[in-house]
């Protein structure tokens, strides 16, 4: 995912069903503790656990945005295929470009 020791993420919309494993991976590697959506710092990297009914999905794209540095990333993470909460990838790809980002890969993490 590109993290390296010291990277600052911010995290949006953890829930139950998310992966820890994941998360404690990230911050192995970081060395940092996640921020939540109520810290106002600049971040390097930002992951959005996002479901099917969470909202506004451009909402949570483009305040992603508001703190993270210019060559930061943003992964959106959603349940696989069958799973609660799957999203369907065609509703990504129409959110994207409207909060002025382009979708680049799509893969399995867990």
Known sequence: M????????LEVGRS????????????????????DSDAQEVVDGVIIWWRDG????VDDLMDGLT???????????TPKVNRDGHV?????QEAAPIAGLAQTVSFTIG
Do not use: H, M, N, Q
Not at 2 to 9: A, I, M, W
Not at 88 to 92: F, G, L, Y
């Open 2 to 9: 590109g993290f390296k020791e010291g990277d600052l993420v």
């Open 16 to 35: 139950a069903g998310c992966d820890e494993s994941l998360r404690k991976s990230i911050s192995a590697i970081t060395k940092t503790e996640f921020v």
């Open 54 to 57: 969470d909202g506004d999905l």
């Open 67 to 77: 703190y993270l540095t210019e060559t930061g990333p943003i992964w959106l993470l």
């Open 88 to 92: 369907e990838p065609s509703d990504i």
